[in-house]
């Protein structure tokens, strides 16, 4: 048996995309210092910001030649190991793939109790002042400016084709403040977009390494919160920013990544360990279980969350990948509006396969129907509530329900049927 | 972690209950699971297969990734345990229970370690 191997796919699932893994603290910082534009002073002239950028993101792509890959520490990396975590690199920072309860264990305490996930390697971009909007606007296909103060909103972000740079959730806090939450793995390539297209009077920064980020999540999440505040955000997709949890400074907000109920908790990094204890504490009483990456990612392939770097990247476009609901044609123009109206009609969709046969799907699997292939899965393994499911791209003409299939796993072919998404939802 | 006296053992973790000298159980230690973590499906070898010593026979998944389990011993397969194929977290509850294949015919080992050596060995991962 190959353990190294084992250990090596433990690690990489989530996250594809080459930069991220060989993120290292020098260049963060080399990246973070001359990226961050508070006021408009350090880069006044335009084109200097752009080749300065340019700069920035080339240092990222050559970061892995001539600097020292070294992963990088969340705040409550320290707990992790205390706690029995199980260590990998993920997305340049050392994160539990699990605990010593095992995968299966932490995604039903989330199914059934609450669960404790650290989220912060995940990245914070805030925009602030009176152009703020207009850039969110630019960048972003949903649209931003029916969002009401104390509101989240989800959105893909789109390359010049149409593709799909990153998916992130935006937070208005006022008419001229927003905070952009972006995924640990396109953190640098975001950044260096967002500021490549920069225009007018909005301070962009990226506050990444000064937030540590908690994910509450599970239907007790809420009872259990109510024993530290009764200063909770009511509405899905909504958040209360500078509430005291204990003294700490904390921004909650009602979100998640894994098809439950739950919260994602913001504070500053060196408040981290203390929201960790405060939480841990109180969840004594709800039987609060630690998770780790592994059962994320079974919770969010359950509720069919898409996973950048899966079920997107810069050559699938959101109409492609079922995100369509999250572009709006209709509003001012946006980066990669044009290509998608060039494009027209998608041929390919995200379709949800349950494996009927006898095998585990993983990504990557060629997908046949009438001795033809009709596409290709994305995400796939076998979850606890639903059993082996796996999401795939596929071609829109042969995507009937219930349709019978068959999936090629390890050249073997395994029989499977289309099945609607989500394949799991909340009660 | 246990490591079960009596029993042989491969750098790969697998082990071998010798039940006479051509014929044998194998299976997966208990190092190896506890590695792997939550195993979910199981894939065995078939009655009548020739297993080779140091070749793949068998095959588990956990949630996260597939691992290949290598043969410590050459031979027919005589049985398998079928009761895997449907609870391969019996892997998990008792590494050394869950045998995979009882092998007969046996005219070729892999290196194997006893106990005592294979402890040393795991203390060195």
Redesign the interface.
């Known amino acids: 048996?190959?353990?190294a191997?084992?250990?090596k796919?433990?690690a990489s699932?989530r996250c594809k995309e080459p930069l991220p893994s060989q993120s290292s603290e020098t260049t963060a910082h080399v990246a973070g210092f001359g990226l961050k534009v508070e006021g408009s002073q350090p880069f006044e002239h335009p084109r200097l910001v752009i080749l300065g950028e340019i700069l920035m993101l080339w240092i990222s792509k050559q970061r892995s030649v001539f600097i020292t890959e070294e992963l990088q520490k969340t705040p409550l990396y320290q707990r992790h190991v205390e706690n029995g975590g199980?260590m990998v690199p993920f997305a340049g920072y050392e994160l539990p793939?699990?605990y010593e309860v095992?995968?299966?264990?932490e995604h039903r305490a989330v199914r059934e109790g609450v669960g404790l996930f650290d989220v912060s390697h995940m990245g914070e971009v805030t925009f602030k002042g009176p152009d703020a909007l207009n850039n969110i606007q630019r960048l972003l296909c949903n649209n931003y400016a029916t969002l009401a103060d104390g509101r989240v909103r989800y959105s893909p972000m789109l390359n010049e084709n149409g593709g799909v740079i990153d998916d992130v959730l935006v937070y208005r806090k006022a008419q001229d403040d927003y905070m952009m939450v972006v995924n640990a793995c396109n953190r640098h390539k975001d950044v260096a977009h967002i500021f490549i297209n920069r225009f007018g009077a909005a301070d962009i920064a990226d506050i990444s390494d000064g937030v540590c980020q908690l994910a509450l999540q599970g239907p007790k999440a809420e009872r259990m919160m109510r024993t530290i505040t009764n200063q909770l955000p009511q509405k899905y997709y909504s958040f209360l920013d500078h509430v005291a949890l204990d003294g700490i400074d904390c921004l909650i907000s009602r979100t998640g990544y894994t098809g439950e109920d739950g919260f994602e908790l913001y504070v500053k990094s060196e408040d981290g360990e203390k929201l960790f204890d405060l939480l841990y504490r109180h969840g004594k009483n709800f039987n609060l279980q630690l998770c780790g990456l592994?059962c994320r990612?079974?919770l969010r392939l359950e509720a069919a969350m898409p996973l950048y770097g899966h079920e997107m990247d810069d050559t699938v476009t959101p109409f492609e990948t079922g995100l369509e609901r999250f572009v709006k044609m209709d509003k001012d123009d946006f980066i990669g509006r044009r290509a998608l109206l060039e494009a027209g009609k998608p041929k390919r969709a995200r379709i949800g396969l349950k494996i009927t046969g006898?095998?585990?799907a993983?990504e990557h699997c060629p997908v046949i129907a009438g001795g033809r292939e009709i596409g290709i899965t994305t995400s796939g393994?076998?979850?606890?509530t639903v059993g082996?499911v796996a999401m795939a791209l596929a071609d829109v003409a042969c995507q009937e329900l219930g349709k019978p299939v068959q999936v090629i796993i390890?050249d073997k072919p395994v029989d499977a049927k289309i099945v609607p998404l989500p394949f799991y939802q909340k009660k | 972690m246990e490591i079960k006296q009596g029993l042989l053992y491969t750098k790969s973790h697998e082990w071998v209950e010798f039940l006479d000298d051509t014929t044998a159980l194998v299976g997966l230690s208990d190092y190896a699971q506890h590695e792997l973590g939550d195993l979910v499906f199981a894939n065995l070898p078939e009655v009548g297969d020739e297993i080779t010593a140091g070749k793949m026979f068998a095959d588990v998944e956990s949630v996260k990734a597939v691992s290949d389990v290598y043969a410590p011993v050459t031979g027919t397969v005589a049985a398998v345990n079928k009761v895997l194929l449907d609870e391969p977290e019996k892997i998990n509850e008792s590494a050394y229970g869950a045998w995979f294949a009882k092998v007969e015919n046996i005219s070729g080992r892999a290196e194997l370690m006893d106990a005592d050596a294979y402890q040393k060995y795991c203390g060195t991962l």
Do not use: E, N, W, Y
Not at chain 1, 102 to 105: D, E, F, K, L, S
Not at chain 1, 381 to 384: E, G, L, V, Y
């Open positions: 048996m190959h353990l191997l084992a250990r796919l433990a699932p199980k793939v699990q095992g995968v299966i264990a592994g990612d079974t006898r095998g585990i993983r393994t076998h979850c606890p082996a390890r």
